[in-house]
């Protein structure tokens, strides 16, 4: 005879529930995600235009952490993004001082502001 838990199953179901996305959240996150690496990329590419003399091993991109929590957390949406971008914080790696800097890219691939700091 098999035993059945009825709590438990309830428990594991309430957690399912509040942990995983539902159908329509979990697309969105595909394409935020699809959208985030792109972006990226054109933010990548545009630091190695910039300092010919790196490899694009050295140069690192990364959206800041509160925008990350932003974006994890469901306040800005893919919406939110088609129409302010994003914005990427980004190093190379050299010898002597790392330049660094950001750059904001549009949903379309645009690069409307990179600073050097």
């Given at each position: 005879m098999a035993r059945s838990f009825p709590l438990l199953s309830a428990a594991l179901f309430a957690a399912a529930m509040v942990f995983l996305p539902s159908g329509a959240r979990a697309d969105d996150d595909a394409k935020i995600q699809a959208v985030t690496?792109?972006?990226g990329r054109i933010c990548k590419n545009k630091v190695a235009e910039t300092y010919t003399d790196s490899v694009m091993a050295d140069i690192t991109v990364a959206?800041?952490?509160?925008?990350?929590?932003?974006i994890d957390s469901g306040e800005i949406t893919l919406a939110?993004?088609?129409k302010t971008g994003l914005s990427f914080d980004w190093k190379v790696k050299r010898k002597g001082p790392d330049p660094h800097g950001y750059c904001n890219v549009e949903y379309d691939g645009s690069?409307?502001?990179f600073s050097v700091n």
């Open positions: 690496e792109r972006l959206m800041g952490a509160t925008l990350r929590q932003s939110d993004i088609k690069i409307d502001d």
